[in-house]
């Protein structure tokens, strides 16, 4: 009846996965450098990188758009990808960042100690400490880019949605039903990544600290 | 520090904390006790001048000795206004969507008649122009007349606004530029079913217009199935000459000179036009041969509203002519009143050009200079049809405007996600796997 | 040497990233044009014409409003949120986490089955939609934030001083109030923080429940402002006065917390 309805779920999915790697990619890095730092300059450089949540989202966006008109870069599936990010990476490095400085420095001068390379010393030891705050961070990447709207509409001039727009849409144009099932349908797919996570998500987004 | 850890100023923290929950829980309780006092208006952003807010309740005080309060909020999409009062019954009293929604709302009796007995008041209503009264009158359902429930507000046309460096005006004179493959990526279409349904049914079916087999009319208000499946065949031929589906950004981008062409309505266009000539830019507003559509929007009682006549005489405060000039400026678009004082202020002797209002403004108005896209010319306004709501067709035209819309999942998409679920079973085996033989190893060893 | 300036210069370049739109506000807030990305000549007549108000209808107002909510809104789930981490730390381990898995799913949860979902409540029980619907919609929806922020302090915390209190003769309600907030008092401070970061910048939920009162909130304003005709061009002052005030608040707070540090370090 509506395989677009669907389409749009499983593309959204898509954007939400690339998104997620790519704050991890580009905030583990950040988070592994700030929590190296000394502590004042560090928390000082944590704020500067939330700061700019305390502007309005859609502002943002709208300054968005106004920088790839400035920089000739056309707006589309690029300009949308560079907007999430833009808007999410904070929420990747903050719990990451928290879980790597709560990282026992003895551990790690413990496996240096017992003769690991600095390689071995990350993977074995400092990566796998991480783990909890890296999670939280996907989580609370991941499933606000499937309902983000706005974003989308305004960086690709609506010619990409994602679930919460068609969500919202359906609302609007007064079709509760379908809109109410499309609402269970991402509820499903929230327990779901909850459930796979199996309780982890908690944990980590206690351990990982929010904020 | 130490007394308030005292179980006694405890005690008294919370009965402040449930004394505030209580006063939060009073306060909407008495908010309907002076409801009568109060007239909540529910309008478009932007579509008034705001100053007039302040100035009507004076005007209404001297006209009736009553006092009232405006309660002013707005809405972005007509939809939600429906919404809001459709679902959630709430009691605005006095709304301004567009006609499509006036229609709907008059239909499934929705709407409460305006009250016309004004006292010593003079009576307004009559302002406005016979043109939009008697095209007003096409809403009508037995037993209900039009205009005993609405009174339009502002109205226009639908066209192309384009930049006319970019694009010569021969070419934007008809819809074939919007389907021609040299344009692509340099027009924007907006997100409006509606309309965009009728630009897409002209141009799909001219050629019966043209033989004279159909009348515009016809193939835009017949919603037939073959005429949903044509407007379909023609939105997803279009849907890849588009750089984009305009909601809310369109006339900004056609003043930064990115975007050649956009489908707009004729008081967007005039914001439009002012704003790109301040950086230089020189846009402009055409109605294409083929035809169009005449809108307007209009104030309305809905069912709910809890104090019909303050929005009565509010309604009829509006059909004054200053006023009306008042919320011209603001707005940029044209006002339904038909009144000469309202022509006088129009006329510009430095355009070049005249039109022909002689059917808004009466005989005799045959070569006015006034600004021909506010006010457009006879000859436009006989290719412009009136457009009905889809009412019981609503649905099927949402789901085949959704089908056209379409969706963006592609193959490389699919393949993304594909390797990403596979790498995200496979790692956790790997693991598994890993763990298994070391363990195997351990025990060999010893 | 070098590894310093490739980890500085890699922050940097992320921060530049983070803050381009951000400057291009600010940048634009100094010329008239409507259009945000044109430019028509240095003015400071959009921060005049802010100060002046009247220009638009509720700018300022709905200011005050998204103040309000957000200050009632997080004040009254840190203090909820709170208890319920208290409640929950005391709950039996498998209880413990089947509260804990509910709390998360309203985290989970997208903005727009939260506000839905409230939408359809307060219809159907009959509340008028206006500040009151608002503040406990949002109070809804900052709650689990800020369970989430006091809980790890509850599970670092040294419970015998709780119970060592009680021995010594305190009631509950004492130890409560000198033991256990104190130990809580930075969980909850960043969980306010975070409530009211969340509730300002709230818009669908408070689309939602917003009723016909008149009612705006800055993110409300901002979008219905945006449909039509484009962004009041008043906005880019405003929003570059608010991060302008933030960021040297927050420098502030934190040059001080730091001094406070080193001095008690020496």
Redesign the interface.
Same mark, same amino acid.
């Given at each position: 009846m509506h395989p677009e309805a669907m389409n749009i779920l499983i593309y959204s999915i898509g954007v939400a996965m690339i998104t997620t790697l790519l704050c991890l990619l =580009?905030g583990y890095?950040?988070a592994y450098?700030?929590s190296?730092m000394e502590t004042?300059k560090a928390?000082? =450089?944590v704020?500067?990188?939330i700061?700019?949540?305390?502007?309005?989202?859609?502002?943002?966006?709208?300054?968005?758009?106004?920088?790839f008109?400035?920089l000739r870069l056309p707006l589309g599936e690029g300009a949308l990808m560079f907007g999430m990010v833009?808007n999410f990476?904070?929420f990747m490095i903050y719990p990451i960042y928290n879980s790597l400085q709560k990282t026992d420095p003895n551990l790690i001068e413990a496996a240096q100690d017992l003769g690991a390379n600095p390689r071995q010393v990350f993977f074995r030891t400092i990566l796998p400490l991480s783990f909890p705050g890296i999670a939280s961070g996907i *989580?609370m990447v991941f499933?606000?880019v *499937?309902?983000t709207?706005?974003i989308a509409e305004l960086l690709t001039i609506n010619n990409i949605k994602l679930f919460?727009t068609t969500?919202?849409e359906n *609302?609007y144009n007064g079709m509760w039903n379908f809109?109410?099932a499309l609402?269970l349908v991402? =509820?499903l797919l929230?327990?779901l990544?909850?459930l796979l996570n199996s309780?982890g998500?908690?944990k980590a987004?206690?351990?990982g600290?929010? *904020? | 520090m130490k007394t308030?850890?005292h179980?006694k100023y405890?005690k008294a923290v919370t009965l402040l904390?449930l004394m505030a929950v209580a006063f939060?829980?009073n306060?909407?309780r008495e908010?309907?006790e002076s409801r009568k006092k109060i007239l909540?208006i529910?309008n478009?952003?932007?579509?008034i001048d705001?100053d007039l807010?302040k100035e009507f309740p004076v005007w209404y005080k001297e006209q009736t000795g009553e006092d009232v309060e405006i309660?002013?909020?707005?809405? +972005? !999409?007509a939809e939600?206004m429906y919404t $809001?009062i459709a !679902?959630?019954?709430? +009691?605005?009293d006095l709304v301004c969507p567009t006609q499509y929604i006036i229609e709907r709302m008059l239909k499934y009796d929705m709407l409460l008649p305006i009250d016309r007995h004004f006292g010593k008041t003079g009576d307004y209503l009559g302002n406005i122009s016979p043109f939009l009264l008697q095209r007003m009158d096409a809403f009508s359902v037995p037993g209900k007349n039009a205009a005993d429930y609405m009174v339009p507000y502002m109205w226009g046309t639908s066209g192309i606004l384009y930049n006319t460096k970019l694009i010569p005006k021969e070419e934007v004179e008809t819809w074939a530029c919007l389907w021609d493959p040299k344009n692509k990526g340099k027009i924007l279409m907006k997100d409006h079913y509606w309309d965009v349904y009728n630009v897409a049914a002209i141009w799909g079916f001219y050629p019966e217009i043209a033989s004279g087999r159909r009348t515009r009319y016809d193939v835009s208000n017949d919603h037939t199935n073959e005429d949903i499946a044509m407007v379909e065949k023609q939105l997803k031929l279009l849907k890849p000459n588009l750089a984009g589906w305009e909601? +809310?950004?369109g $006339?900004?981008l056609m003043? $930064?000179g990115e975007i050649w062409m956009n489908y707009a309505w004729s008081g +967007?266009a005039v914001?439009a036009i002012e704003?790109a000539a301040?950086?230089n830019v020189s846009l402009d507003y055409v109605v294409p041969r083929e035809g169009s559509n005449i809108w307007f929007d209009g104030w309305v009682i809905p069912k709910y509203a809890r104090n019909v006549k303050a929005a009565s005489y509010f309604l009829n405060y509006l059909c004054q002519s200053d006023i009306a000039l008042r919320n011209m400026d603001v707005s940029g678009y044209t006002s339904a009143l038909g009144t000469t004082e309202i022509k006088e202020a129009q006329i510009d002797s430095s355009l070049s050009g005249t039109v022909n209002l002689s059917y808004f403004f009466g005989p005799g108005n045959d070569s006015l200079q006034v600004n021909s896209i506010q006010y457009p010319d006879s000859s436009v306004v006989e290719r412009c049809v009136l457009l009905h709501d889809f009412l019981d067709k609503n649905d099927q035209v949402l789901e085949m405007w959704s089908r056209a819309r379409g969706d963006n999942l592609n193959r490389r998409m699919i393949l993304m996600i594909f390797v990403f679920v596979l790498l995200l079973v496979a790692w956790p085996v790997y693991r598994q796997v890993r763990k298994y033989r070391s363990k195997h190893k351990r025990l060999g060893l010893q | 040497m070098t590894r310093k300036t490739i980890?500085a210069s890699?922050?940097g370049f992320?921060?530049i990233?983070?803050?381009?739109?951000?400057v291009?506000?600010i940048v634009?807030s100094f010329t008239e044009?409507?259009?945000?990305?044109?430019?028509?000549g240095f003015s400071l007549k959009l921060y005049a014409s802010l100060f002046q108000g009247g220009v638009?209808?509720s700018l300022t107002g709905a200011l005050w409003n998204t103040l309000i909510i957000g200050l009632t809104a997080a004040f009254v789930s840190t203090?909820l949120g709170t208890m319920a981490a208290i409640g929950i730390f005391n709950l039996q381990p498998r209880a413990q986490?089947a509260i804990?898995?509910l709390?998360?799913?309203p985290?989970?949860?997208?903005?727009?089955?939260t506000a839905?979902s409230l939408?359809l409540l307060f219809?159907s029980i009959g509340?008028?939609? &206006?500040?009151?619907t608002v503040?406990l919609a949002h109070i809804t929806f900052c709650t689990p934030?800020v369970v989430?922020?006091v809980?790890?302090r509850l599970?670092q915390m040294n419970i015998n001083l709780y119970e060592a209190a009680l021995d010594l003769g305190a009631?509950p309600?004492?130890a409560l109030?000198?033991i256990l907030l104190p130990e809580l008092k930075p969980g909850m401070i960043?969980g306010f923080?975070?409530a009211f970061?969340l509730s300002?910048?709230d818009?669908?939920v408070t689309?939602f429940t917003i009723? /016909? @009162?008149?009612? @705006?909130t800055?993110?409300t304003y901002?979008?219905?402002?945006?449909?039509?005709? &484009?962004?009041t061009p008043e906005?880019?002052p405003l929003?570059a006065m608010?991060?302008v005030t933030?960021?040297l608040l927050?420098?502030i707070i /934190?040059v001080r917390t730091?001094k406070k540090?080193n001095y008690k370090t020496i």
């Open positions: =580009l890095p950040a450098l700030l190296r004042r928390r000082l =450089l704020i500067l990188f700061l700019p949540m305390w502007i309005n989202f859609l502002i943002r966006t709208l300054a968005t758009v106004a920088l008109g400035f833009y990476l904070p *989580i499933m606000p *499937i309902s709207f706005a919460g969500l919202q *609302i809109g109410a609402a991402m =509820l929230v327990g990544t909850s309780g998500s908690v987004a206690e351990e600290g929010l *904020i | 308030l850890t179980p405890l904390m939060v829980f306060a909407c908010s309907k909540k529910y478009w952003a932007d579509y705001e807010l309660v002013y909020q707005v809405f +972005d !999409m939600v $809001k !679902m959630g019954k709430e +009691d605005f909601a +809310d950004f $006339k900004e003043t $930064k +967007d914001w704003e301040a950086v | 980890a890699y922050l992320l921060l990233m983070l803050y381009a739109p951000i291009i506000i634009f044009a409507r259009v945000l990305g044109n430019w028509t638009t209808h203090v986490k804990k898995l709390n998360a799913i985290i989970l949860n997208p903005d727009i089955i839905i939408f219809i509340i008028s939609q &206006g500040y009151t503040i934030y989430l922020s809980l790890p599970y009631t309600l004492v109030w000198k960043s923080i975070l970061t300002i910048d818009f669908v689309l009723g /016909n @009162e008149g009612l @705006e800055i993110s901002i979008y219905a402002d945006a449909r039509k005709g &484009g962004l906005l880019r929003s608010i991060f933030v960021l927050l420098v /934190n730091a540090i």
